[in-house]
């Protein structure tokens, strides 16, 4: 961690009132590369007209075809009302359709979001395993052991 957050030998800078707590640097860390990715990965999807938000969305139902609006909104992290907007704005883009059944909307990909899905997937894919792909494949698997055991303390939270 050589950074203009801790010294040469990865210790945090303690001759200043700066940052010394690790998990603080982590998290500094997490949201610096978290910037960067999204940004590139902004860049990157624009040619299709998509979000990272979109992105997401078409990603989640088409590996989850009949996924509920609920189970989607809670499975992104976001509020059903965000979630909503999404969808429709992909629904006007026709790539999604929702088809009520009993009291909740299931979705399912159109043919056109199909072969969006088809498409965009395995090269989005490559390009974010491009953005770590610095890390070993057992650094990756190492990185995701930690961030899921960050997420699932995370989801414990009030």
Known sequence: MNDDFSDVNNKPNTQSRG????????WLHLLRIS???LQAATDQLAPWGLSNAQFDVLANVGASEGIS???LARRLSVTQGN????????ETQRLIQRVVEGRSKRLYLTPTGRALFDELVPVHED???DQVGVLSPDEQRELMRLLAKLDRAQRRLP
């Not at 940052?19 to 982590?26: D, F, K, S, T, W």
Request: net charge positive; hydrophobic share 60%; no cysteine.
């Open 83 to 90: 979630v909503a907007q999404l969808l429709s704005k992909m």
């Open 19 to 26: 940052l010394r707590q690790p998990a603080v640097l982590g």
């Open 35 to 37: 910037h960067r990715v």
């Open 127 to 129: 390009f974010i395993a």
């Open 69 to 71: 609006q609920l189970a």
